[in-house]
């Protein structure tokens, strides 16, 4: 081919190109970042999404504060493999082991916020010191935060004797004077839970037993009154005025019996005293952190909604652990969140690319097509010129 006829056909193929009505497919790209995924939060859950995304080779940053919803718990429970595990050791025996995984990275650090950039394609997180991650997704593993009242000994003694999931701490205290801490309009879901380990009961409901309270009451749980008085439950509407610890299971227990003696002392404001060994709550709870708002994350019931096959939450988010919206509060959940989040995260980058291949294909095609149409227009303007 001539130097004249190359010429022509270049030229003729950015008239082309320029006229056409509709344009060539493009290639859609995947944005250069420095990680596939940035996860915020390392308790159970982010761990969790971080081994599984590192065991398929994804590059991931997971930043972790260091705040804990369960750090004050004396021991894990309930998870199969580490039952009385202590918090601290289960995460760094899982930092441990997960960092012998070449894709995976960890850091101590608070994130301030995160950008999302073109809709969710990809996200700039930066930490309180400034620094910046660009990742194609983010996981949201940052928790809940128990609101506690100021009634002095509760925060004192928060989840070690006066804690809020049966499944983690009640078994240690079984069969000894029991007191459930909170609204009367939830202590027959507490009842329910620790009927079959503590018999002696007293709600502690702190005068919200209320004509109001008894309206809802009736309608949300019909016969709740004949039920509490067949468990042989005491109702307390007396306020309290402080609860006072006498003893402490961390101190005074049978590791034979997997048994913890703590001892408390509710004081009333009359001056009335009752003595009991630990106590359940009903306390509300809020989100940790609100990183993922400016996201387009929704938040109902202080808990992130999330696509429940996907633990999606957002174009891009995803959200994991007790935080989000599929209500159960407990280190397996929130393992088991994490973990279907890291392979549907896994799977979705994967098809990103594929539709790269795909896009790329069609335009290879057109360009071929568009070079033989111009080869054949350029032989007729040949043909006619001879």
């Given at each position: 081919m001539g130097p004249f006829k190359s010429i022509a056909i270049i030229w003729l193929l950015y008239l082309t190109t320029c006229c056409q009505s509709s344009p060539l497919p493009q290639a859609s790209t995947i944005p250069p970042t420095d990680y596939d995924v940035v996860i915020v939060g390392g308790g159970p859950a982010g761990l969790s999404a971080l081994s599984g995304l590192s065991r398929?080779?994804?590059?991931?940053?997971?930043?972790?504060?260091?705040?804990?919803?369960?750090?004050?718990?004396?021991?894990?429970h309930d998870v199969i493999g580490n039952d009385g595990t202590a918090g601290d050791v289960f995460r760094a025996k899982a930092r441990e082991q997960i960092s012998k995984y070449p894709t995976a990275n960890m850091k101590n650090g608070t994130v301030a916020s995160i950008i999302s950039v073109n809709n969710g394609s990809s996200f700039i997180t930066t930490d309180s010191s400034g620094k910046n991650y660009t990742s194609r997704k983010v996981v949201l593993a940052t928790g809940l935060r128990d609101i506690l009242p100021e009634t002095p000994g509760i925060k004192e003694a928060w989840s070690r004797g006066i804690y809020w999931c049966p499944w983690c701490d009640g078994y240690e205290h079984r069969d000894q004077p029991f007191g459930i801490l909170g609204s009367i309009v939830d202590v027959m879901g507490s009842v329910l839970e620790m009927q079959t380990l503590n018999k002696d009961i007293i709600a502690f409901v702190n005068g919200t037993y209320t004509d109001a309270n008894v309206e809802i009451l009736n309608e949300k749980r019909p016969g709740w009154e004949t039920q509490l008085k067949k468990y042989r439950v005491a109702l307390e509407n007396r306020t309290i005025s402080s609860i006072e610890r006498l003893q402490d299971g961390a101190q005074v227990k049978d590791d034979v019996t997997n048994t913890e003696y703590d001892n408390f002392q509710v004081n009333l404001k009359d001056g009335t005293k009752f003595q009991r060994s630990a106590f359940i709550t009903n306390f509300p709870s809020v989100q940790h952190s609100y990183l993922g708002v400016p996201l387009g994350v929704k938040i109902y019931g202080e808990k992130m909604a999330v696509d429940a096959a996907s633990m999606r939450a957002a174009p891009g988010v995803f959200a994991v652990g007790d935080a989000n919206s599929d209500n159960s509060t407990n280190v397996p959940h929130a393992m088991w969140t994490g973990k279907k989040a890291a392979v549907y995260l896994h799977v979705e980058l994967e098809r990103e690319f594929a539709a790269t291949l795909l896009n790329k294909r069609a335009e290879e095609d057109a360009l071929l097509v568009m070079g033989r149409e111009m080869e054949d227009l350029w032989d007729k303007?040949?043909?006619t010129k001879t």
């Open positions: 398929v080779r994804r590059t991931s940053m997971l930043i972790d504060s260091g705040e804990y919803r369960n750090i004050l718990t004396r021991h894990m303007v040949k043909v």
